[in-house]
């Protein structure tokens, strides 16, 4: 059921994303070539499926906010396209292709990825079908997840730990900025925009949390047992950057064992929703087992 659904709205979002990306402007050709570039290079597009099922789950047309969902896939691939530059971690291959650095340059990936943070919020701001207020707020979750407290934050606190030995607190803390806070920000984006009580907010925000960790703890396991074929990137790169993981601060077994936790935090969590979230612990169930 879950792949079936997935496969549907990855095609949405795709096709959407196809049509925004265009200038007529022959001068900044190559800034759209390299955004696209990376943008139409596939991923899983996790978060914004997780905003159009969320929306779905609390009785929403979720056909009518696809520009919202794709603004935050415009908003994870340009942390991609930075994360892969050569002062961050130098990564020659993202799904499965080129790293976009590798193909035009760093400046110009550079350019690409503050091109496609720009637009995101400038698809947020155009949604002229929602309020105001909650364009505001919208813009709001998103920037405080993706800035300084946030993504960013989680970045900054990376470099900074490049050759030394976090503490397990200390690497949560990361984690959850680096990876989570893209993760939890579909979720309150979509509860935003629904009557959802304070109490559905919370826990399905919680949820996301958990989500957040289990996707770092698998994503540490993959850099150890997977494969460019599979993965879409060189394994191995955190080792190779002396970075602290989990895998290399507990090994894969207490990692593996640490992600099933969290998975089953975040499936206790959906059993308390008074509501159809079957779909949602199919995808807790996916993550966990995820191979790319």
């Known amino acids: ?35 696209n570039y990376s943008l139409s290079a596939g991923g899983k597009r996790i978060r914004p499926f997780l905003f ?10 979720a056909r009518l906010y696809l520009d919202i969902a794709c603004a935050l896939e415009c908003v994870h691939t340009y942390s991609l396209i930075h994360d892969d530059l050569p002062a961050m971690d130098n990564d020659d291959y993202r799904r499965g292709r080129p790293t976009n650095h590798k193909v035009f340059g760093a400046g110009m990936a550079t350019m690409a990825g503050d091109g ?29 997840a993706a800035g300084p407290e946030g993504m960013v934050g989680g970045q900054a606190h990376d470099i900074e730990s490049e050759g030394r030995t976090l503490t397990l607190p200390e690497l949560q803390l990361m984690d959850h900025c680096k990876t989570g806070c893209l993760l939890t920000a579909p979720v309150d984006m979509a509860l935003a925009m629904t009557e ?13 949390v958990h989500v957040g960790l289990l996707f770092q703890m698998t994503d540490d396991l993959l850099d150890v047992n997977g494969h460019l074929d599979e993965m879409g990137k060189m394994p191995h790169q955190d080792a190779a950057d002396h970075k602290s993981t989990y895998v290399s601060l507990l090994g894969k077994e207490r990692t593996k064992a640490l992600a099933e936790e969290e998975a ?8 308390r929703v008074d509501r159809d979230t079957s779909l949602l612990t ?11």
Do not use: Y
């Open 264 to 271: 089953r935090h975040a499936k206790e969590i959906l059993g």
């Open 52 to 61: 159009l099922l969320i929306l779905e789950l609390w009785g929403k047309d």
């Open 116 to 144: 496609l943070l720009t637009f995101a919020f400038e698809l947020l701001a155009g949604e002229q079908q929602i309020a105001p207020a909650l364009r505001c707020e919208l813009i709001s979750i998103l920037a405080k």
């Open 1 to 35: 059921m879950l792949k079936d659904v997935l496969l549907a709205k990855q095609k949405e979002i795709n096709e959407r994303l196809e049509t925004l990306l265009v200038s007529d402007l022959s001068a900044h050709q190559k800034l759209f070539d390299a955004m």
């Open 282 to 292: 199919e995808l807790v169930d996916m993550l966990l087992v995820r191979t790319k």
């Open 196 to 208: 959802s009580s304070e109490e559905e907010k919370n826990l399905l925000h919680a949820f996301a």
